[in-house]
């Protein structure tokens, strides 16, 4: 079945520890988003990719790194950085936007839910 | 910027009844507009989307109509079940000049809950 599968369900990180989030997806989609929700709140940008070995900071990209090695997976990494890291994280994907600019459908993935010890 | 407002939740209905849950929004461009649903502990769904206006997407008995004079796109439903208990989300995609990437904005989420 095709989709986009994220691990781990539930990652929890220690004080000073940089933790890194799965994102894989066989759709062949070019773009790849990564989101953060929490409670109460929208999503909201972290990082986005629209090609291998490129992406771009989104609204929140602070105390987060990403890389884009292959067109299957976007590893999203949460530094130390950042100072309030528990939160829902989301990894979307979407078709090439030269072909369909931005009106092409994001499918997500399950998530994986980020505690702080 | 671009924003979506969503009506204040949460929404508690019985079973059978009316829903509407709304939705307005500001761009600069030409936005899709999409309802996405998430079920508890679970990513996001597209339940359903427009591209234009006077657009009407439908899907599962939602629908929802993209009226740009009035920048809104609410979503209803004749007869909800407990089955649609979940949180809907509104969200645009503006494509003002072909410069974007695809970036949603969302609104903030409007948890339903739906009583036997």
């Known amino acids: 079945d095709g989709g986009i599968t994220q691990s781990p369900k539930y990652l929890f990180r220690k004080e000073g520890q940089n933790v890194t989030l799965s994102c894989e997806q066989n759709l062949n989609h070019d773009a790849m988003y990564w989101y953060r929700q929490d409670p109460g709140q929208g999503l909201r940008l972290i990082y986005y990719?629209?090609?291998?070995?490129?992406?771009q900071k989104g609204d929140i990209a602070e105390g987060y790194s990403v890389s884009r090695e292959k067109k299957e997976s976007f590893p999203l990494t949460v530094t130390s950085a950042q100072k309030n890291p528990t939160a829902f994280y989301l990894c979307?994907?979407?078709?090439?936007?030269?072909?369909?600019?931005?009106?092409?459908?994001?499918?997500f993935g399950p998530g994986t839910r980020l505690l702080v010890l | 910027g671009d924003s979506v407002t969503q009506m204040e939740g949460p929404v508690t209905l019985s079973e059978e009844a009316f829903l509407t849950i709304n939705c307005t929004y500001t761009?600069?461009?030409?936005?899709?507009l999409f309802w996405y649903v998430q079920y508890p502990g679970e990513g996001l769904q597209l339940l359903l989307k427009a591209t234009k206006a006077d657009d009407k997407g439908s899907n599962k008995g939602f629908e929802a109509t993209y009226r740009k004079e009035t920048t809104s796109f609410h979503l209803e439903k004749g007869s909800v079940q407990v089955s649609d208990s979940a949180v809907y989300f509104c969200a645009l995609s503006d494509h003002a000049g072909g410069t974007s990437y695809g970036k949603l904005t969302f609104g903030q989420g409007t948890i339903l809950t739906v009583h036997p």
């Open positions: 990719s629209q090609i291998v070995n490129d992406f």
């Open positions: 979307a994907s979407s078709m090439d936007r030269r072909t369909f600019f931005s009106q092409e459908t994001q499918y």
């Open positions: 761009a600069t461009g030409y936005p899709s």
